[in-house]
């Protein structure tokens, strides 16, 4: 059986330096994490294609909430696929839906016509799809190497079932890549179809910024900890997920 990949999105440069350094095969480069990822600065990737030597996919996000794009929108994706792939990009990270929520066919070929033959993952708007059987046919028709998925649900444990029957269903067509809450027991279970051939997950941990001053007065986030904690890697959790596939 062939090398499961472990695949990490990270939100920062350290996170990603730290991904790389603790073994992730991987990465998938975004901001925003609140938003669950948007398209992160080209200026980011091409620091991180001097420091790191792993593939970095980049996702293609233009901003939060639901899938379905207008036309401006789906310019400003296919602009940031341009500027993005010439600082380095190894592949790319999106999705469309229309208002229905089925897949929008023609948005995704106009995407994937842009990555010019860079490997293309269709992200969790499968998740948010109205018939995810008839969504992996339209996304195998339309070309793309892999979809990123929970099963539909909020995590991976949940979904776990419908990830079992993805995987079967799509046997070599398309890979079928857990991700959303993934745990290093999932590898072995989801192993058993005989179809899995990566894997996302986070890895995730917040570790205490060096910053010695805040402001009482002031907040830029919902979130208390944003000043003082930084999202990052768990070189732990990394270890166990690299275990799982057999590293």
Not at 146 to 157: A, D, E, F, P, Q
Request: aromatic share 8%.
């Amino acid at each position: 059986m062939s090398k499961i990949i472990l695949e990490s999105p990270v939100f920062n440069v350290e996170a990603a330096m730290d991904a790389a350094n603790f073994g992730v095969n991987r990465l998938e480069l975004c901001a925003n994490f609140p938003e669950g990822g948007e398209t992160p600065s080209a200026g980011m990737l091409k620091f991180l294609k001097t420091e790191i030597d792993i593939p970095v996919f980049v996702m293609i996000r233009p901003r939060g909430g639901d899938f379905a794009y207008s036309q401006k929108e789906l310019m400003v994706m296919k602009r940031d696929i341009e500027l993005l792939g010439e600082q380095g990009a190894d592949g790319f990270v999106f999705g469309a839906l229309d208002k229905y929520g089925f897949v929008d066919i023609d948005s995704c070929k106009s995407l994937l016509r842009t990555a010019s033959g860079k490997p293309c993952t269709f992200h969790r708007a499968f998740d948010a799809s109205a018939d995810y059987f008839d969504s992996l046919e339209k996304i195998i028709s339309c070309g793309f190497d892999r979809i990123l998925t929970s099963g539909g649900k909020n995590s991976v444990t949940e979904g776990l079932e419908t990830l079992k029957e993805l995987l079967i269903k799509a046997q070599d067509r398309i890979s079928i890549m857990p991700g959303g809450g993934s745990k290093p027991e999932h590898v072995n279970e989801l192993r058993k179809t005989g179809f899995l051939k990566e894997i996302h997950a986070s890895c995730k941990t917040f570790k205490p910024s060096t910053n010695q001053f805040i402001n009482p007065d002031l907040s830029f986030s919902d979130d208390p900890k944003s000043f003082t904690h930084h999202l990052r890697i768990d070189q732990e959790v990394v270890g166990r997920f690299l275990r799982a596939i057999g590293e």
